[in-house]
């Protein structure tokens, strides 16, 4: 999966890739204080192109809140939803919107849920509907944060940690392998990474094509911008 | 409207009485069915949130279905019923920043014809030296019969009066007739079938959007006008050629995450004009606040250019983020407000007033509303006003209502859009200019009962205080009449005589007019104080005021937020008897309306240019 941190204030966004086997479930926001929890189970493709190597999608998100006692589980196939026990289950396939107490949902067909969650977070869950006879690829998804204000300062994860910004510094680019694509140092954290401005896609308006976003793309998952490593974010089950 | 060429709207009348600003207006529509089956006919009225529905009714082949105003909770009893029989409800939706709509449907038998007619009255309000009638016309088709009339008796005296609509061509412009004399005006527009078509062989009508009628009375006395009709008297007070107050005044503004982008940036801009605009012998402060409060300057500073710059420039650099501190904000504001005020830093006979910017609940700090609400009351101990303005769709505007009142002051809702930077300016401008302060109006007490709210903390330029009461005796025809105030130079105290006019005199042949507006303006101006008392009082001055204002409501037929008017629709060979509630919505249930921000999320202003953070595939 390819994550993309937008940093409105610099008008940048910094970007990387986080590869692991398929199977493997990471931790993208925990916020303690306000009991919020959101993790992804990652897919691989169907069977793995011999001559690239073998890119990882998320293909289910589990999202709890404790507070309201929601718990909601995103596949590709269907989404269920339990608050204090009831539990509901809506499928991509129908235009749904369901306003609850403390939850909002909105499923516009084949396309994207909406997610709000009174006083506390907004996110979008795309779904990539791929061609079913593709040889190698599979449906997957994407997860967009609209509002993460109110997080608490303590919100980590993947994705969380970056809530509340990021300071760094680049260098002038300079030449890199890529001719299309210089590079830079970036200074983050206390590190000194070599960076590589590139883009990734914002699929939110476009969810065929996406939108080029540009980025500093931080290479070897991350190291360097995420505290800790990948380790320190897998975790045994979605819930 | 009707869905078939072969049903016809005949007539659209609209008719609209005023006397001394209170507004009665009767919207009228017939139609005809010429076909040989039943068919649908629609009725939708848009009619200002600050009415009241005081009638409908629907004539159908000369048989009259008459709305009963009745208390909510009975109305609701009925509206359940009808809604388990699997009947449809709700007459009253929100519609726009400034109207509500009611629309009904009725089937009607062929050859048969309906006449709809709603009823709806209102206080006008000054605003800006003026008060506004807007009618919205929408009759979506060629109208037989189409006429606006208009009536406006003002025993002051009109000081000028302006009409002007969004559809009105070139071609239609003569067709507004307005004759206006020293105390009466008249107006009406009433186009053929010819001259409202779009173009010679088209059946498109050029009628769609709104007119509207604004004017301003003569004011000459400093005590205002009195008027006695029946048993009950109001008072007007506005007087003319008064001094400004100098004020004293700390904008607390927002600047929490959810501000950023649109919202934070229209702030900006609206803050760069109400600084310019504030007057030299002003003082002024800036806080700005999210889960961090900033002062600009630890205490108000002189509005000199100098001063008014380097706040500009803090403006400008206002960046949205954090979370949303709103006790501690506004308590800080008092605290700067009240440390002036001891140290006599700003002159004595000034007005304070906290102007607080929010678009959200507080969520850092003291988030319980109830003990922000009482914080900020005790801290401000009625020695300034508040005024709170919420942006946007996402603030709890109850509470921000209610905290404003508390405290003398009032709430507004900015909506979000391009023009939020003229609202923000605009609210600003209303209360820039105090000219009394401590207003107490003085009647007899052995001469006057079941009087309207008598004390104000200011008057503003451009704005009126109306009093209103019951005389106790229905005979007497005078009283002696005091108000006093804070002025700029000195002591405002004006006295003297009120007296009852001779109508037939200054309006002959129309002082049917006058026969019980008086007593329905007071009604009207006492349920309005008693539903904010609802809002603000003890437990038990809530309880007391919501009895009160229901009798009333109940009493002079008002669909109020207290009552529900009941419309009974005529059995048909399809359906039963259907029951429809009409209602007065209250601010909340306005919310409830579809947003922008709630059904487009992703292209919202409040989260625009939120940081999004995302991971996908390629």
Not at chain 2, 62 to 73: H, W
Not at chain 2, 99 to 111: D, L, T
Not at chain 2, 177 to 205: I, W
Request: aromatic fraction near 10%; include cysteine.
């Amino acid at each position: 999966p390819h994550f993309i941190i937008e940093l409105p204030d610099k008008n940048d966004a910094l970007c990387f890739n986080i590869n692991d086997k398929p199977g493997t479930i990471f931790n993208l926001v925990k916020d303690p204080l306000t009991g919020t929890v959101v993790n992804g189970q990652t897919i691989g493709d169907k069977k793995v192109n011999p001559a690239s190597k073998e890119n990882t999608y998320f293909g289910r998100f589990g999202i709890i809140h404790e507070k309201f006692g929601i718990r909601l589980m995103v596949s590709t196939q269907e989404i269920l939803v339990s608050e204090h026990g009831k539990q509901a289950k809506l499928f991509w396939s129908d235009n749904t919107s369901v306003k609850g107490l403390n939850m909002d949902l909105q499923v516009t067909k084949d396309r994207s849920l909406t997610v709000t969650l009174r006083n506390s977070v907004k996110f979008v869950i795309i779904l990539h509907k791929v061609w079913k006879k593709h040889p190698y690829h599979q449906d997957y998804l994407g997860f967009y944060t609209l509002d993460s204000h109110l997080f608490s300062r303590r919100v980590n994860g993947l994705l969380g940690q970056f809530y509340h910004g990021v300071q760094f510094e680049v260098s002038e680019p300079f030449a890199g392998k890529d001719v299309d694509k210089p590079d830079a140092f970036m200074f983050v954290k206390g590190h000194r990474l070599l960076v590589t401005r590139g883009w990734q896609k914002d699929f939110r308006n476009d969810v065929k094509n996406g939108e080029n976003v540009p980025c500093w793309f931080i290479h070897n998952n991350g190291t360097g911008l995420i505290d800790g490593d990948l380790t320190d974010y897998t975790v045994s089950g979605l819930f | 409207s009707v869905n078939s060429a072969e049903t016809e709207v005949q007539s659209v009348k609209i008719d609209c009485k005023v006397a001394s600003r209170f507004a009665h207006t009767v919207m009228t529509s017939t139609a005809l069915n010429k076909a040989n089956v039943s068919q649908e006919v629609f009725f939708e009225v848009e009619l200002p949130k600050t009415a009241f529905i005081t009638n409908f009714s629907m004539e159908i082949d000369g048989k009259t279905y008459v709305g009963e105003v009745k208390e909510k909770e009975k109305a609701k009893k009925q509206y359940e019923k009808a809604v388990s029989s699997g009947q449809t409800a709700g007459l009253v939706k929100a519609s726009g920043r400034k109207m509500e709509k009611f629309s009904v449907s009725v089937n009607i038998a062929a050859n048969s014809n309906i006449t709809f007619t709603l009823t709806y009255e209102e206080l006008l309000q000054r605003h800006f030296g003026k008060y506004e009638i807007m009618i919205r016309v929408k009759p979506k088709q060629l109208v037989q019969h189409f006429e606006i009339a208009a009536d406006i008796y003002e025993p002051q005296g009109i000081a000028f009066l302006d009409t002007y609509a969004t559809f009105i061509t070139n071609e239609l412009l003569p067709l507004v007739e307005k004759t206006v004399t020293d105390k009466k005006a008249h107006l009406s527009f009433s186009p053929t079938l010819d001259q409202q078509r779009k173009c010679p062989d088209c059946d498109g009508t050029l009628i769609d959007g709104d007119f509207f009628i604004k004017y301003d009375v003569n004011r000459v006395q400093d005590l205002g006008d009195i008027q006695i009709v029946n048993g009950y008297f109001v008072h007007f007070f506005a007087p003319a050629d008064l001094q400004r107050l100098p004020k004293n005044v700390v904008f607390v503004i927002d600047r929490s995450g959810s501000m950023s982008g649109k919202k934070m940036e229209q702030t900006r801009e609206a803050l760069q004009t109400i600084l310019d605009d504030l007057y030299e012998e002003d003082h002024f402060g800036l806080i700005t606040f999210d889960d961090k409060i900033v002062e600009w300057r630890p205490s108000l500073s002189n509005a000199t250019k100098k001063n008014v710059n380097a706040a500009k420039t803090f403006v400008k650099n206002i960046q949205a983020v954090g979370w949303t501190n709103i006790n501690d904000a506004v308590l800080r504001a008092v605290d700067i407000l009240t440390a002036a005020e001891k140290n006599k830093t700003v002159p004595g006979n000034s007005a304070s007033m906290i102007i607080l910017l929010t678009d959200g609940d507080p969520t850092f700090g003291e988030q319980n509303l109830d003990i922000i609400k009482n914080n900020v009351k005790n801290a401000i101990g009625g020695n300034m006003s508040l005024f709170c303005l919420g942006f946007g769709y996402d603030v709890d505007y109850n509470f921000l209502d209610v905290m404003a009142k508390q405290n003398d002051g009032l709430a507004r809702r900015i909506y979000e859009a391009s023009d939020a930077v003229l609202q923000l300016q605009g609210f600003y401008d209303e209360v820039a200019s105090p000219l009394l302060s401590e207003v107490h109006f003085n009647y007899p007490e052995d001469t006057v009962n079941s009087l309207t709210g008598s004390y104000f903390k200011q008057l503003f330029n451009g704005s009126e205080i109306v009093v209103a009461g019951q005389l106790n005796d229905i005979e007497m025809n005078d009283f002696a009449v005091e108000v006093s105030a804070q002025g700029a130079e000195n002591y405002f105290v004006a006295k003297g005589q009120a007296s009852a006019q001779k109508w037939d005199t200054i309006f002959p042949d129309q002082e049917y007019i006058f026969g019980d507006f008086t007593e329905r303006l007071w009604a009207y101006l006492t349920i309005q104080q008693l539903l904010d008392k609802k809002d603000k009082g003890t437990p038990e001055e809530k309880a007391n005021a919501t009895a009160e204002a229901l009798e009333l409501s109940l009493k002079y037929n008002f669909v109020t937020p207290l009552t529900s008017m009941v419309v009974t629709k005529p059995e048909t060979d399809e359906k039963p008897e259907d029951t429809l509630i009409a209602d007065k919505l209250t601010e909340d249930q306005r919310t409830g309306v579809s947003t922008p921000s709630q059904t487009v999320p992703q292209t919202s202003y409040s989260y625009a240019s939120s940081p999004i953070n995302w991971v996908d595939g390629d």
